[in-house]
């Protein structure tokens, strides 16, 4: 059988009731009245609170059933003149309506049913005396509340006594109060379809009430809902401590309640516990609960007027997020008559509902306005919260016109709940202790007797006594990273070389000042932590450690998702050395005529790697270029060398005057660090060998030779400065290859490459 089904109401909650409606292969024809600009069926000018219009309007147009969207209408009694005028009704009579426009008579129910609720008195107009008596005597926080309808407006969540005492003196002139405990919790809302014997509940719902995000502000109608919300209560429990006894009571009474009933309910830490009741379905948990049904909506509805709702409601595998769109002003003094000059389109991930929406020339529909406070609900609907809250403000984005108002944080309570524990919050701490473990052996190999407290030990610290046997003692500190090396490191899974990497670049930035190091504490911060990788690389750095004779003392790994993306990590290092004073490099005697000698990196060391990663990204990583030895990933993943042992005999004498570490910058920019005023560099290009990285580098590459030299070290990793008669002094002293590159002379402080 098809019906000729009236809907009465207009807001969002009523557009997307109509729209479930007219779905629905059972509607013959929707009418709705008044309904809004962008609800379906056909709009008829009747007020829903004018029972006696509403009866005559279904005879006209032979409607044989009546859906009451809004509150105003069941306390008026609409559904009784329904009823006696022979037609059929979805909602509960005026007497079981007092559940929503009497809070007393909801509360008296409540405590002779044994439903958990907050400790209440209720007080008749006028009895302000012994109201303020009450409350005085009352032993907690309290909400006020005025017991009939007043369109939200009616309740006072007091911050203090005197506004609690200010909110009753207001509110009790002119209706009866409720004075009840205020709760401290969640809050949800629970909605069941009944049909006068049992009660069947949707997915629980979430509202926003007040105004600004993180819930502050006045209270409104309502700015936002979503669900399913997870609030450590299933839907049918919350049903049968707050719903079910009070439809089997009134089925009881004889007074069957037929429709939908909403409690809300506030979690405490002492259990749930009830609000208060609605007697229809909330806006805007509606919205967002009906894309959600997997049910024909008007077959429920049916099903509940005729007393045979049956088995629980079959809802969708998805959740559903609603941001409200209000207008400026809203809630004190909305803004009406605003041109809405965008509106985004449904789909199948978004549902648009209207409120306040008019046309302004209802004679000729073209120019939408603004028609109230709330002026649409944007709904997303996806497989996850997530991705609803995407579809929904997505949705948002493209809704136009002036003053315009939306909260952005919609679903930020569900958000916060998802996460149980700081693991789920991506920082595993047990994967940090495992951590530990696991690189303890390593750093201890390191440890000397000067060492006091090492990992494990809020800060590392160590006996310097031994500095006494200095002269004049000098701690000499560097703190560096290793770049974007470690993408290819984590990528590639090569982990350890990179503890080489940061401790050798730091041993060889205290060296230039003729420093011996001391201690080294790291730094290791990546997405998710992996006990084993980061066991890996402090191996690394603890080999490098224990070769140079200097103590892994401590360090930090931090575990940071959302910095940085999965799999992907950074390492820092700090290294303190000691030197004498007197000793320290540079030496002021650099003068016009002093020799460069280069000693060879062992590859790009520690810097260029994000010019290297662009420039052979086409080139795979275990490709064996012609003339070379090893892959293209051994080359560029070789360790940064340390020159501590190589270079401690020369330094043990006189002639060195000083030291370049080829770092970022290369030799352009590193070379002047230790030139005084009046001296410049030259360097003469083809003065030492090309190791085949960079042979391939400048082959391919459309780089000048200042901005290639500028970039890496082109295989000059230390450059030591002696006077022309030190050279081979200090060439002799150096075990290993060297090459004169180049000499100091006149001019300002620069290297040119000749």
């Given at each position: ?237 919350l049903d049968k401590a707050f719903i079910r006894p009070i439809v089997e009571h009134l089925a009881a009474q004889g007074t069957p309640y ?106 000729s529909p073209s120019t939408l306005v603004t028609a109230g406070g709330r002026v649409v609900t944007c709904v997303g609907i996806g497989a ?142 990546s997405s998710r932590l992996s006990a084993s990788d980061v066991a890996e690389v402090v191996g690394g750095m603890a080999e490098a450690c ?209």
């Amino acid at each position: 059988m098809k019906h000729r089904v009236l809907l009465l109401g207009s807001g969002a909650r009523e557009h997307a009731m109509a729209q479930a409606l007219a779905a629905s292969s059972s509607c013959a024809q929707l009418f709705v009245a008044p309904g809004n600009a962008g609800t379906p069926g056909r709009r008829l000018a009747v007020d829903p609170c004018d029972t006696a219009a509403v009866v005559a309007l279904c005879a006209r147009e032979h409607i044989d059933l009546v859906v009451v969207g809004p509150e105003a209408p069941l306390a008026a009694g609409v559904v009784d003149a329904l009823q006696a005028a022979g037609v059929a009704a979805f909602g509960p009579t005026h007497n079981v309506a007092r559940l929503e426009s009497s809070k007393v008579f909801a509360r008296e129910m409540a405590d002779q049913l044994g439903i958990p609720a907050p400790r209440y008195a209720t007080f008749a107009r006028g009895e302000l005396a012994a109201a303020q008596s009450w409350l005085q005597s009352f032993d907690a926080p309290v909400v006020v509340k005025q017991s009939g309808l007043a369109a939200g407006k009616g309740v006072v969540v007091a911050n203090s006594r005197d506004e609690a005492l200010a909110a009753l003196e207001r509110l009790i002139a002119i209706d009866d109060v409720v004075v009840e405990e205020r709760l401290v919790g969640v809050e949800c809302s629970l909605i069941s379809l009944c049909d006068g014997k049992t009660s069947r509940p949707l997915p629980i719902a979430q509202d926003h009430k007040r105004i600004g995000e993180a819930d502050v502000g006045p209270n409104t109608g309502g700015m936002g809902a979503y669900a399913p919300a997870e609030v450590g209560y299933s839907a049918e429990d919350l049903d049968k401590a707050f719903i079910r006894p009070i439809v089997e009571h009134l089925a009881a009474q004889g007074t069957p309640y037929i429709g939908a009933l909403f409690a809300g309910v506030m979690l405490t830490a002492d259990g749930a516990r009830l609000l208060e009741y609605n007697c229809r379905f909330g806006d805007p948990e509606t919205q967002v609960m009906l894309p959600l049904l997997q049910e024909d909506f008007l077959q429920l509805i049916l099903r509940c007027v005729h007393g045979s709702l049956g088995a629980p409601i079959a809802v969708r595998d998805a959740s559903a997020l609603g941001v409200v769109v209000a207008t400026q002003g809203y809630p004190v003094a909305p803004h009406r008559e605003v041109e809405i000059r965008t509106l985004p389109k449904s789909s199948p991930v978004l549902e648009v509902y209207h409120a306040a929406t008019e046309f302004r020339d209802s004679a000729s529909p073209s120019t939408l306005v603004t028609a109230g406070g709330r002026v649409v609900t944007c709904v997303g609907i996806g497989a996850s919260l997530d991705e609803a809250r995407t579809h929904a403000y997505a949705g948002v984005a493209a809704v136009d016109f002036d003053g315009m108002q939306h909260r952005r944080d919609i679903g930020w309570r569900a958000q916060a709940r998802a996460v149980r524990s700081y693991a789920q919050a991506g920082v595993d701490i047990a994967e940090g202790n495992r951590a530990v473990q696991l690189m303890k052996a390593s750093v201890e190999e390191t440890m000397t007797p000067a060492v006091l407290r090492g990992v494990g030990a809020f800060g590392g610290s160590i006996d310097v006594s031994f500095l006494k046997n200095f002269d004049a003692p000098v701690l000499v500190a560097s703190t560096d990273g290793v770049g974007t090396k470690v993408e290819l490191a984590a990528r590639t899974r090569r982990l350890r070389g990179v503890g080489h990497d940061i401790v050798n670049h730091c041993i060889n930035d205290v060296l230039v000042q003729r420093a011996t190091p001391l201690f080294f504490l790291d730094y290791i911060a990546s997405s998710r932590l992996s006990a084993s990788d980061v066991a890996e690389v402090v191996g690394g750095m603890a080999e490098a450690c224990k070769n140079a004779g200097c103590v892994l003392i401590g360090g930090e790994t931090a575990e940071m998702p959302g910095v940085y993306r999965d799999g992907a990590f950074d390492v820092a290092g700090t290294l303190v050395g000691v030197a004498e004073r007197a000793r320290l490099l540079p030496e002021s005697t650099i003068a016009p005529g002093d020799v460069l000698i280069a000693l060879a990196s062992n590859g790009a060391h520690t810097n260029g790697y994000t010019y290297l990663r662009r420039a052979l990204e086409w080139l795979p990583l275990d490709a064996v270029p012609v003339g070379w030895n090893c892959t293209l990933l051994d080359a560029l993943l070789i360790s940064h060398r340390s020159y501590l042992h190589v270079l401690s005999p020369v330094l043990a004498g006189d002639a060195v005057k000083a030291l370049v570490h080829i770092t970022g910058g290369g030799l352009i920019e590193n070379i002047p660090r230790v030139l005084p005023a009046g001296c410049a560099a030259t360097v003469r290009l083809g003065s030492w060998p090309l190791p085949p990285l960079f042979s391939l580098v400048r082959e391919v590459s459309s780089l000048d030779d200042d901005e290639l030299h500028r970039t890496l070290n082109m295989g000059v990793g230390m450059v030591v400065v002696a006077a022309r008669n030190d050279v081979e002094a200090v060439r002799k002293a150096i075990d290993e290859d060297t090459w004169i590159i180049g000499e100091i002379t006149e001019g300002p402080c620069e290297v040119r490459l000749v």
